[in-house]
């Protein structure tokens, strides 16, 4: 995964010229397309193309295919299903924990604003800004919020291979298991013995 990442980071997929570099803590490749999701320290997961399409220019964000809704905190870990329709995502701040649970299109088309993405980000109107964050907005919908304010963050994830329930696990060592579609807790347990 190391060199795959490095080659697209190095490509200048990850961010524009004119966006603040966030530290990167979790990365996970499309099942479906030549992309990687990830998330870092600015609590936003992004979905990027690895191979550029279009000429590289300074400051474009061409590669970017879809930014989904903040969480609180930095972003420790990330999960796609094999369909790629369903995204989780746990973060960690001040001894808090959140996991939110995505849909997304399998195929998803980014036509309607690949003009705007191919320009420098600094050049973006307010219109487009507008336009983009609203096409973000509709491909990429909140399932489900699990906000945990005394687990002492959350640290992982896995969606379990029918993507119906996601695992998470924090500072706290408990293992928390949570219906994918509602979020409602189905069964919480201590992976070990304690002594």
Known sequence: MLPLLLIFL?????????????????????????????????????????????????????????????????????????????VAAVSSLDGRGQLKIFEMPAKLETKQVDGILQKPTHQYSADEKKKLAAFFAEQAKVKATVDLPDCGGLYALSLSPDSKVVAVGGKDGMVRMYEAESGELVREFVPVVLE
């Open 10 to 86: 190095l490509n200048g997929a990850g961010w524009s010229q004119t966006q603040e570099i966030a530290e990167l803590h979790a990365v996970v490749t499309h099942p479906l397309r030549d992309a990687v999701l990830f998330g870092g320290a600015d609590g936003v997961p992004k979905l990027y193309r690895i191979f550029r399409v279009k000429n590289r220019q300074i400051g474009d964000d061409s590669n970017r295919l879809l930014e989904f809704p903040k969480l609180d905190g930095r972003i420790f870990d990330i999960d796609v299903n094999t369909n790629a329709t369903r």
